[in-house]
């Protein structure tokens, strides 16, 4: 059996910032309330010209699911690893909460849960995509900013555009190697 790489595409410009997608991600992995507990989010860059002719663009962002994972390195416990599929994971009943992957991430894509004791962050809501569903946020976006499959099939949606579209991943001057790609 092939193993897949799980990947997810986003289109930025398509963004429009509803936060429907952060909204699904809290209901459907019991994200506590509050600003500073999120596994995804939407970044706001600057106003762009004059009133009354203004723009603004958005960058959605979550854990970059990177193969060289820092958060895994400085882990003391083993909590979090790297699954199969590319698929980076925190066992909570190992965790210890003592953030130290908070720390090593340089993308911010974790946070501390208080009512789970353990760090928590985005798994491409694992427990959806292995029914044969997408995740929540691919799911509920309005404008399909996120594609979200499996690289390592040549005719997969996210293999495709990713042959297609010119694109980038977020800091690769720091090695993690990450498996979000923004279309540019």
Known sequence: MKTKRFAMV??????IDCKACTVACKIENKVPMG?????????????????????????PGQCMQCANTPCDHVCPTGATRVNRDGIVLVDDHKCI????????????????????????????????????????CVETCPTKVRVFGDLNDRNSEVSRLLVKHAYKVEKPEMGTDPFLFYII
């Open 35 to 59: 600003q500073d507990n999120y596994r995804n989010w939407v970044a706001e860059g600057p106003l762009r010209g004059k009133f009354p002719d203004l723009g603004q663009s958005f960058q």
């Open 97 to 136: 909460g003592c953030k130290y992957c908070i720390t090593a991430c340089p993308y911010n894509a974790r946070y501390y849960n208080e009512v789970t004791g353990a760090v928590d962050k985005c798994t491409f809501c694992v427990q959806r995509i292995y029914r044969g569903r997408q995740p929540a």
């Open 10 to 15: 986003l289109d930025s410009s398509k963004c």
